[in-house]
């Protein structure tokens, strides 16, 4: 089992940047495919971003060329780098393991707004 705690999360004006971390707990942590997720009110919770154990990234391309997903698997953490936020970057973002046992943590809160 692996536990997730997302921090980084905040107020931020259009334009700004954020980064978001994922500090996991156990050992295998470097063996597993990571994703960042996000939920907007009333909206479904989308993928935006994944890193595979060998560090190949996709991106939703809402986000293409402003994100960037990374991760330190000597730290047990992934990291979400956000550049020129929108508005409709608002959300609770989320990191989870790509695997379908994988528990989802608690969530940061993100706000982009003037």
């Known amino acids: 089992q692996v536990q997730l705690v997302e921090s980084g999360g905040g107020l931020v004006q259009p334009g700004g940047s954020l980064r978001l971390s994922c500090a996991a707990s156990?050992?295998?942590?470097?063996?597993?495919?990571m994703g960042w997720y996000r939920q907007a009110p009333g909206k479904q919770r989308e993928l935006v971003a994944s890193?595979?154990?060998?560090?190949?990234?996709s991106y939703v391309d809402s986000v293409k060329g402003r994100f960037t997903i990374s991760r330190d698997n000597a730290k047990n953490t992934v990291y979400l780098q956000m550049n020129s936020l929108k508005p409709e970057d608002t959300a609770v973002y989320y990191c989870?393991?790509?695997?379908?046992?994988?528990?989802w943590g608690p969530g940061t809160q993100v706000t982009v707004s003037s």
């Open positions: 989870k393991a790509l695997r379908s046992w994988a528990t």
């Open positions: 156990g050992s295998i942590f470097s063996s597993l495919a």
């Open positions: 890193i595979t154990s060998g560090g190949t990234t």
